[in-house]
T-cell receptor, first 112, second 116 residues
Framework: GNSVTQMEGPVTLSEEAFLTINCTYT??????LFWYVQYPGEGLQLLLK?????DKGSNKGFEATYRKETTSFHLEKGSVQVSDSAVYFC???????????FGKGTRLSVIA | GAVVSQHPSWVICKSGTSVKIECRSL??????MFWYRQFPKQSLMLMAT?????????EQGVEKDKFLINHASLTLSTLTVTSAHPEDSSFYIC????????????FGEGSRLTVL
């Protein structure tokens, strides 16, 4: 079945540091890939997505590239801020009406 | 963007009572809604898939008589936790897919249930 593996946290960085959160997946076919963010006390919000190989999703300074050859979708940001502190979830969806399959989430704490 | 609203966002109840959580898509029609459960510091676990006008499909290990799901309209799905016990305390999140869209889900804010 489909699965998503994320690097385990928590991750603690200083403000303006470079961020990478690794995500790899296992899926049949060609899934769409997503990164969701959950700020403290809130629900999930879509951060970015990519629907086919070599697509790059980007939003709020975050980027992730759909790498079919390595089955990866690593999240990166060049300079994190305290406001980026949250839990980040990598997810995939086959297509149509299938639900998302989530990774376990990675908690990021950014300190000033 | 599309909005999904859950209510209540926070509920505390006594053991043995039933609690209903509503999930509404506010500006789109959702033929399918998904209910997830999130334990502290863990990922979201899919509980069931709710299809408008038909019975929900439950994931393995989820008791359908314990977690009643009703999807009566294209904009509303409800999850009822029956005879709740402390082990049912959790964060419940619904999501909905716009019937005109594929791939992206819109999530509610979540409902935190605490059973005393």
């Amino acid at each position: 079945g489909n699965s998503v593996t994320q690097m385990e946290g928590p991750v603690t960085l200083s403000e303006e540091a470079f961020l990478t959160i690794n995500c790899t997946y296992t899926a049949t076919g060609y899934p769409s890939l997503f990164w969701y963010v959950q700020y403290p006390g809130e629900g999930l919000q879509l951060l970015l997505k990519a629907t086919k190989a070599d697509d790059k999703g980007s939003n709020k300074g975050f980027e992730a590239t759909y790498r079919k050859e390595t089955t990866s979708f690593h999240l990166e940001k060049g300079s994190v801020q305290v406001s980026d502190s949250a839990v980040y979830f990598c997810a995939l969806s086959d297509s149509g009406n299938t639900p998302l399959v989530f990774g376990k989430g990675t908690r990021l704490s950014v300190i000033a | 963007g599309a909005v999904v609203s859950q209510h209540p966002s926070w509920v505390i109840c006594k053991s043995g009572t039933s609690v209903k959580i509503e999930c509404r898509s506010l500006d789109f029609q959702a033929t399918t809604m998904f209910w997830y459960r999130q334990f502290p510091k863990q990922s979201l676990m899919l509980m069931a898939t709710s299809n408008e006008g038909s019975k929900a499909t439950y994931e393995q290990g989820v008791e359908k008589d314990k977690f009643l799901i009703n999807h009566a309209s294209l904009t509303l799905s409800t999850l009822t936790v029956t005879s709740a016990h402390p082990e049912d305390s959790s964060f419940y999140i619904c999501s909905a897919r716009d019937r005109r869209n594929t791939g992206e889900l819109f999530f509610g804010e979540g409902s935190r249930l605490t059973v005393l």
